[in-house]
């Protein structure tokens, strides 16, 4: 028996690949050189993706093997295994810079180039570098800050997070949502309190919630306790937060959660009355569900809901964790809902510092009337440092030119994307979900996610799952068309693969 090495396996792999797809060596040269030839790779792309009937076929060959980390990555790697909590499934994947949508796994200045590998990201860390990776100017803005001062807790006022708050309820106010007339007067409507990460937003929404209803119902502050909440939604793992996540995965290893949690069916009309009762001081709902699958609330739906929690005096608090903050295009996913469908609070996170840990809570005034001092706080929520980053990523995702750029992106990737199902009909059976670059793919195999978010890793566009049937498209909002193109590509080469392998039969 002939026992190969890992080496000898990686070299056997890479003559293959020299062989078989001449452009793929660019992806093992240090970042600088590979930028040329990934152009080349693109404009191939582009051209084939010109046969309207045919899917993209040039990205069939792994580019990217799992393993082909360097040993001394694949070392580091087992060594933290040891030290590390093995909460998450991960290949033998360890990045160690970005750039606008891409990742690299090792320092193109390391010893060894022959370790560097490029991945074109449509994860943005799960919906969160919305200015891609490696910004200049948020790291100037960080090294200045952090040198000023980084955080003095919230016993004092700093210079940043008032002017984050004003950023985000005046453009709400400009660009819709929370039920803010664009005539109102500025600095009326709503306030905001800064927290770390979207589960805290959402706990605090919960909490809130809780004290209106006590405050403006007194007598039925021990029965007007109950929160609604819908299937395959995801608002976060804390006790509170995963008590409205239901999903028993995630749920049954620590019950018992928080009570008088309601589960209602999405877009179901029968029954509303019933869910939604004078017992509910609260209702949480994705706009665009992110992790459940991109399941969307109908209009006239989400019209009845918001109706139907305002005449019992529940609160409506729609988690924009995933979808706002511009990723559909508008602020917030619920930019162009009516008056009638408006929330009470919306929570975000994830893209509002581009990666640097922040989370809020918007509320509007009733609400906020009822907050008051002692009623919520946090150590790091707010710090100078957090909400600097946060002001200077608000204003840039919401000028005029940045939002028409992104939106004829958007356009540009939905044209690729209506194709998928016409050219895979019996992989991809439905359109594919969402809006702008909140994306889902459907497949009609409950293997075919996972299995194309493998195969397109391997060559190199990372992609994410969600809920039990979709391929999830969430990149830097900042994605250029031909990104948009090289990444379809792939997934259609990918596609055609599992066909070939007997997907779809
Ligand atoms: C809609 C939604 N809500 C809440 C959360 C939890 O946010 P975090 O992971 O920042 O705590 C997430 C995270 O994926 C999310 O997508």
Not at 99 to 107: A, I, V
Request: aromatic share 6%; net charge neutral.
């Amino acid at each position: 028996m002939v026992t190969l090495s890992v080496s000898m396996i990686r070299q056997a792999r890479c003559t293959t690949l020299r062989r078989l797809q001449p452009f793929a060596r660019g992806y093992a040269t240090p970042a600088g050189a590979e930028l040329k030839v990934s152009n080349q790779f693109l404009s191939i792309n582009t051209r084939s993706l010109n046969r309207a009937t045919q899917p993209n076929t040039s990205f069939k060959s792994v580019t990217h093997y799992d393993d082909n980390a360097p040993q001394s990555t694949l070392d580091m790697i087992h060594a933290h295994t040891s030290y590390l909590l093995n909460t998450y499934a991960r290949p033998s994947i360890l990045f160690t810079h970005g750039k606008g949508c891409k990742l690299f796994t090792t320092s193109p200045s390391s010893t060894s180039s022959s370790g560097v590998q490029e991945y074109l990201d449509f994860t943005a860390g799960i919906a969160v570098n919305a200015l891609g990776h490696g910004d200049e100017q948020i790291a100037e803005i960080m090294k200045d800050q952090q040198s000023k001062l980084t955080h003095a807790s919230n016993v004092y006022w700093n210079e940043y997070a008032g002017e984050l708050a004003k950023l985000l309820v005046e453009n709400t106010r400009k660009q819709g949502g929370l039920g803010l007339k664009s005539d109102s007067a500025p600095g009326t409507g709503a306030k905001v309190f800064f927290s770390n990460s979207g589960t805290e937003a959402n706990e605090g929404a919960l909490k809130f919630v809780r004290k209106y209803a006590k405050e403006v119902n007194p007598s039925m502050a021990s029965t007007k306790t109950a929160i609604v909440c819908f299937t395959n939604a995801f608002h976060g793992r804390s006790m509170g937060a995963l008590s409205v996540t239901p999903n028993p995965k995630y749920q049954e290893p620590f019950a018992p959660l928080i009570p008088n949690v309601r589960v209602g069916e999405l877009n179901q009309h029968e029954g509303l009355e019933e869910l939604i009762d004078e017992n509910v001081c609260g209702v949480i709902i994705e706009p665009i569900q992110g992790e459940g699958g991109l399941n969307e609330g109908t209009r006239d739906w989400m019209i009845k809901l918001a109706k139907r929690a305002r005449e019992v005096g529940a609160i409506l608090i729609y988690d924009e964790i995933q979808c706002g903050l511009f990723r559909t295009g508008k602020m917030w996913a619920h930019s162009g809902f009516p008056l009638e469908a408006q929330p009470d609070i919306v929570t975000m996170a994830k893209p509002l510092a581009n990666g640097f840990p922040i989370g809020a809570i918007m509320v509007r005034d009733h609400v906020a009337e009822k907050i008051s001092v002692g009623s919520h706080g946090t150590t790091f929520g707010g710090q100078p440092l957090a909400t600097r980053v946060g002001a200077h990523v608000v204003s840039r995702l919401s000028a005029p030119e940045f939002l028409s750029r992104m939106n004829d992106t958007a356009a540009h990737l939905d044209t690729l994307l209506e194709r998928l199902p016409k050219l895979f009909p019996n992989i991809i059976p439905a359109p594919v979900r969402g809006r702008g670059f909140m994306r889902g793919i459907p497949f009609a195999h409950a293997d075919a996610p996972a299995e194309l978010v493998k195969r397109a890793r391997q060559r190199g566009v990372l992609l994410l799952t969600a809920g039990k049937d979709a391929v999830r498209l969430v990149p830097s909002l900042t994605v250029t068309k031909e990104e948009c193109d090289h990444a379809i590509g792939v997934i259609e080469s990918c596609l055609v693969t599992m066909e070939e392998d007997g997907f779809g039969k």
